[in-house]
C-alpha cells in the first residue's frame, strides 16, 4: 500500500482595493503563494479579501517572509497614495458647494420674507442666482486640486509601482 505525502500549507488573507487586486495577487504568487478565493471584504465595498495558501516546505523561507514584509508595506503605501488622490480636494469642494447653497438659501430667504418690497425681491433673486452660481463652482474645484494632486502623486506611484516590480523579480530568482 502506497503511502500518501501529507502536505501542509500556510494560509494567508490580505485585504487590497480593488484597483491593486490583481497587483497583489501577482506579488504574492512570486513569493509563493496560491490565490484560493477571493471574497468582498465586510464593510468595505472597494476592498476585496485575497485568500492564499503556500507550501509550508518552501525553500528560503526567511529571505520570502523578509521579502514578503517589503512587498505588503509597498502595497500599503500605494493604497495610501490612490486614498491621497482621490480624496484630494473633497474638504474645499464640499465647503464651497455648502456655502454657495447657504448664500443661495439666504436670498430666496430675503426675496420671499419681505415679498411686496420689489428692490428686495429683486436684490433676494441676484443673491439667490450668484449662491447658485458660486455652489456650481464646486465641481470644477474638486477636479482643479485632483488634477494637481494627480501631477504630485502620479509620479510617487510609479516609483512604488517599479519598487514592487523589482521586488516581485527579486522573489523569483530567491524561488528558482
Same mark, same amino acid.
Given at each position: 500500500?502506497?503511502?500518501?505525502?501529507?502536505?501542509?500549507?500556510?494560509?494567508?488573507?490580505?485585504?487590497?482595493?480593488?484597483?491593486?487586486?490583481?497587483?497583489?495577487a501577482?506579488?504574492f504568487?512570486?513569493l509563493?503563494?496560491?490565490?484560493?478565493?477571493?471574497?468582498? #471584504?465586510?464593510?468595505?465595498?472597494?476592498?476585496?479579501?485575497?485568500?492564499?495558501?503556500?507550501?509550508?516546505?518552501?525553500?528560503?523561507?526567511?529571505?520570502?517572509?523578509?521579502?514578503?514584509?517589503?512587498?505588503?508595506?509597498?502595497?500599503?503605501?500605494i493604497?495610501?497614495?490612490?486614498?491621497?488622490?482621490?480624496?484630494?480636494?473633497?474638504?474645499?469642494?464640499?465647503?464651497?458647494?455648502v456655502?454657495?447653497?447657504l448664500?443661495?438659501?439666504?436670498?430666496? #430667504?430675503?426675496?420671499?420674507?419681505?415679498?411686496?418690497?420689489?428692490?428686495?425681491?429683486?436684490?433676494?433673486?441676484?443673491?439667490?442666482?450668484?449662491?447658485?452660481?458660486y455652489?456650481s463652482?464646486?465641481?470644477?474645484?474638486?477636479?482643479?486640486?485632483r488634477?494637481?494632486? #494627480?501631477?504630485?502623486?502620479?509620479?510617487?506611484?510609479?516609483?512604488?509601482?517599479?519598487?514592487?516590480a523589482?521586488?516581485?523579480?527579486?522573489?523569483?530568482?530567491?524561488r528558482?
Amino acid at each position: 500500500m502506497e503511502k500518501k505525502e501529507i502536505v501542509s500549507y500556510d494560509y494567508k488573507t490580505f485585504t487590497v482595493r480593488r484597483e491593486v487586486e490583481g497587483m497583489a495577487a501577482d506579488a504574492f504568487e512570486a513569493l509563493g503563494w496560491s490565490l484560493v478565493g477571493t471574497s468582498v #471584504s465586510i464593510g468595505a465595498m472597494s476592498c476585496i479579501n485575497l485568500s492564499f495558501k503556500r507550501d509550508r516546505r518552501i525553500n528560503n523561507k526567511q529571505e520570502l517572509l523578509h521579502h514578503q514584509e517589503r512587498i505588503e508595506r509597498t502595497l500599503q503605501i500605494i493604497d495610501t497614495l490612490h486614498n491621497k488622490k482621490r480624496s484630494a480636494g473633497v474638504a474645499s469642494s464640499i465647503a464651497t458647494g455648502v456655502i454657495g447653497t447657504l448664500i443661495f438659501g439666504g436670498g430666496m #430667504s430675503i426675496g420671499f420674507e419681505l415679498y411686496p418690497n420689489k428692490w428686495w425681491v429683486a436684490s433676494g433673486i441676484v443673491l439667490g442666482v450668484l449662491g447658485l452660481a458660486y455652489a456650481s463652482t464646486a465641481w470644477f474645484m474638486y477636479k482643479l486640486w485632483r488634477k494637481r494632486k #494627480s501631477r504630485v502623486i502620479d509620479p510617487l506611484l510609479e516609483d512604488e509601482y517599479n519598487k514592487l516590480a523589482d521586488y516581485c523579480e527579486a522573489t523569483n530568482k530567491l524561488r528558482r
